[in-house]
């Protein structure tokens, strides 16, 4: 079943504006990551939340980890062009080495 | 440059006929992952190996396999591709320290059935 459900599937913003992107999962995790894939492309990790923490900012990423409610949240600011990818959260069930994946959010920045 | 990379990047078979896809890493990464991706969908685990274990995911077709002759390298064969089979494939590491971190994946193979 899966894992990670993202919202919105679609996001249209533009540029300078700040974008937000939930994820909600079903079940216990040791952390939840977030990934950004350019069209066509492989996934890149953006960055890691481990269970026991609430907030973390790398740059201008800015992850909440609500465990009580199972969601979290991605929310990159001042947003640019080159942002325009899809966004998947992925979760550790159990703390396995496997992730499971959310069905992303497709973020479109128009210039 | 560590990194992982998969070759072909693009890869055209016909129905039924065996393909083999690869993946190679340069980061001394003891496990290595295959994932499908389909249009606008999320990446579905197929398998991983964890050293020379191997994990198959329950809902994999027997029509996928894998092997591992070494660290570095990993394949996909898909024995009889149908057109279901169409999709993007990745390949992904993870390294084990302490706890798990983040997997690092190649650019994919866009596989087409004709």
């Known amino acids: 079943s899966q894992q990670g459900e993202e919202d919105p599937q679609a996001l249209s913003i533009q540029e300078g504006e700040n974008a937000t992107m939930n994820c909600s999962y079903k079940?216990?995790?040791?952390?939840l990551q977030w990934y950004r894939q350019n069209s066509g492309r492989g996934l890149v990790h953006l960055i890691l939340i481990r269970s026991n923490e609430r907030e973390k900012h790398s740059g201008r990423l800015r992850v909440t980890l609500d465990t009580s409610k199972k969601s979290s949240s991605l929310l990159i600011t001042a947003s640019r062009a080159a942002d325009t990818a899809s966004y998947f959260c992925?979760?550790?069930?159990?703390?396995?080495?496997?992730?499971?994946f959310g069905k992303g959010t497709k973020l479109t920045v128009n210039p | 440059d560590a990194m992982v990379i998969q070759n072909p990047r693009y890869q055209v078979t016909q129905f039924g006929k065996p393909v083999t896809l690869s993946c190679s890493q340069t980061l001394n990464h003891n496990v290595m992952y295959w994932y499908q991706q389909k249009s606008s969908q999320a990446p579905k685990l197929l398998f991983h190996y964890y050293d020379k274990d191997f994990n198959n995911e329950a809902d994999t077709p027997d029509n996928f396999q894998s092997r591992r002759p070494n660290t570095s390298f990993c394949f996909l064969d898909i024995r009889s591709p149908g057109l279901g089979d169409a999709a993007m494939y990745l390949c992904a590491t993870a390294g084990t320290s302490g706890s798990w971190n983040e997997q690092f994946f190649g650019p994919g193979t866009r596989l087409t059935v004709l």
């Open positions: 079940t216990s995790i040791n952390n």
């Open positions: 992925a979760t550790d069930p159990g703390g396995s080495e496997k992730l499971v």
